[in-house]
């Protein structure tokens, strides 16, 4: 595996970087963070932010800090924690010793609301949840200002004291930043920062029955552990003056900057956690790491590799303005990475029988397959021949149209590192109509595929040997929503599922080495596309996902031999 770049391409956030240095700001020290919250798997969307955030670090020969942002214990779990450290870890970034957690910094959260009480900066208010919807006003009218707003600090510290020491029912009384209910900037109109809720956390335990909002522990985390760009996504624009004003008013050490980015949209799927949760629960798909999803675990599974990821990251850039990226361009940079480093196999996905009669009965014989024709260093291989072969069903036909250069009656056709054949019959079920085996000869002089009197053939197909191929199960994944925005549609959005997202095809015949795949190895079976070996499979019963389709089969190995697709 290659190790992320460390010099990644520039942007508009490495411009303001630029510029504080000149500057000698925060004394050319550069700090960001990753700051997710443990309540689902990452999917490609944070693979954007951890390439920028970690990225930005190793450029500049700063640091990085991996922080999990762990304020709402009714939706975080340890198995996020964990699916998440092993997430950034396979992209390739390394957060060394700089684990954190705001659960850790409850305390002096605590303790910095409490200088905000005592400054008269914060108060307790007792209105129900609906009636501060309420009080909040609208965009376009302003807010009403609580009756609660004016207690004194004294009688505001004593409730959030008990508040703390539970002696209130959840939801009875909140603490709320005193900022301004007239504010254009609704979430400066006096926002909750501090909740009861007893929900036993996944770290903390059932220490605390209060929690303090994504707000207020936010910005604080960030200034206690020293972030000196602090880069999120533009939803959070509208956030940024309440950071700084809550920055403000505390003696916390430092002042991040809060820089914004357009999140990364990803045409055909959905980059939720909420939604991709719903997926999970409902059983829609087999799990957060299921291939279609667009989970780093799924990824992963998938047989997408880190370097494909982090060069889309890479390749897509960073910009102000939100956008839907098309699938295509990841299929792309996968197929390109994997392109260097796949092993060649031949692998039939759908048999149909190939009988070569003239060719000696019982007889086997080896021969030189290239392994990457990209890759020189990684030789050749000798895969079986005989009698008995499969080839794809799509190889033949029985009434070739003009284009078309397989197997057909009375067609010659090269069998890729094989011989050339000729067809000479073919069977069919009578009842279903369906070929079901085909008859040819071989011409001893063409083995290898070559052609001593230099007779052109145009067709080359795949094949195994039906006597040593090893039979798979494959599964073929396609795109999991059948429209490209389901946000821009009306409904939701499980309705848009694609319903043949996944083929399951079994009874494939490989090459018998690909029995020994164990899960995570990857190949491209030629003509077909780019493969992994999945945690399913069992010895001697392998089990491959499809990890990208190829784009143009054979056009560049076999050199001006048209391989029309149909
Ligand atoms: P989701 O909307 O999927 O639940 P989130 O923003 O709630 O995502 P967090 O765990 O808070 O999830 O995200 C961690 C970091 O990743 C944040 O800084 C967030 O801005 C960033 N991030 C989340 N989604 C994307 C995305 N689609 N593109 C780029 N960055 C993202
Ligand atoms: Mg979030």
Redesign the pocket.
């Known amino acids: 595996m290659t190790s992320a770049n460390t010099n990644p391409p520039s942007n508009f956030i490495h411009e303001i970087i630029d510029e504080d240095l000149k500057n000698g700001k925060n004394g050319g020290r550069i700090n960001t963070r ?7 798997y ?9 390439c ?2 970690f990225g930005t670090a190793l450029k500049y020969k700063g640091i990085c800090n991996l922080r999990f ?1 762990d304020t709402n214990p009714s939706k975080e779990d340890v198995e996020y924690v964990d699916s998440i450290r092993e997430d950034v870890k396979w992209l390739g970034f390394s957060w060394d010793e700089r684990e954190y957690y705001a659960s850790d910094y409850f305390e002096k959260l605590y303790g910095y609301a409490v200088e905000l009480i005592q400054k008269g900066k914060a108060y307790v208010c007792d209105l129900n949840a609906e009636e501060i919807k309420e009080f909040r006003g609208k965009l376009t009218e302003p807010g009403k200002e609580s009756p609660f707003r004016n207690r004194s600090p004294e009688e505001n510290l004593d409730l959030f004291k008990k508040m703390r020491a539970g002696e209130f029912p959840d939801g009875s009384r909140i603490l709320r930043a005193k900022i301004d209910m007239n504010s254009p900037n609704i979430h400066m109109r006096d926002p909750v920062i501090y909740r009861i809720l007893r929900s036993t956390h996944h770290r903390t335990g059932d220490k605390w029955c209060i929690y303090p909002m994504y707000d207020f522990a936010h910005c604080i985390s960030d200034a206690i552990e020293g972030i000196t760009h602090s ?3 533009l ?2 624009e509208i956030h940024r003056p309440l950071y700084d004003w809550i920055l403000d008013q505390i003696s916390v050490p430092c002042h991040p900057q809060q820089i914004e ?5 990803l045409a055909y799927t959905v ?6 949760l719903q997926l999970v629960q409902e059983k829609l798909v087999s799990g957060w790491d299921d291939p279609r999803m667009p989970t780093i675990a799924g990824m992963r599974r998938r047989g997408y590799t880190p370097e494909a990821i982090r060069n889309f990251c890479e390749t897509i850039g960073v910009t102000k303005f939100n956008s839907l990226t098309d699938m295509a361009l990841l299929e792309h940079c996968v197929r390109d990475d994997l392109n260097k480093s796949a092993p060649r196999r031949l692998g039939v996905l759908r048999p149909l029988k190939l009988v070569i009669d003239n060719y000696p009965e019982g007889q086997t014989e080896m021969m030189d397959a290239v392994n990457n024709p990209e890759d020189p260093a990684a030789g050749t291989r000798k895969i079986p021949f005989s009698k008995i072969l499969y080839i794809e069903k799509d190889d033949f036909r029985e009434v070739p149209l003009k284009d078309y250069f397989r197997m057909a009656p009375g067609k010659e056709v090269r069998l890729r590192y094989g011989y050339l054949v000729t067809c000479t019959s073919f069977t069919k079920d009578p009842v279903t109509g369906e070929v079901t085996e085909i008859h040819c000869n071989y011409d001893p002089a063409t083995r290898g595929g070559n052609t001593p009197d230099g007779r052109k053939v145009k067709g080359t197909i795949h094949w195994v040997s039906a006597g040593h191929a090893v039979s798979a199960e494959i599964r073929l994944y396609d795109r999991l929503l059948s429209v490209a925005d389901a946000s821009s549609e009306e409904g939701d959005f499980k309705s848009f599922l694609n319903p043949n997202s996944l083929e399951v095809l079994k009874g494939c015949k490989l090459e018998p080495e690909l029995a020994k795949f164990a899960a995570g190895q990857m190949c491209q079976f030629e003509r077909q596309g780019y493969f992994c070996a999945d945690i399913d499979s069992k010895p001697g019963a392998p089990v491959f996902n499809r990890i990208v389709p190829l784009k143009d089969s054979w056009a560049k190995a076999e050199k001006g031999q048209t391989q029309k697709k149909k």
Request: proline share 9%; hydrophobic share 35%; glycine share 6%.
């Open positions: 990753f700051p997710p919250e443990p309540n689902g990452l999917h490609i969307g944070h693979a954007k932010s951890i920028l955030n942002d880069i999120c996504t939803e959070f980015f357009a999140r990364l949209n980059m939720s956690k909420r939604k991709l």
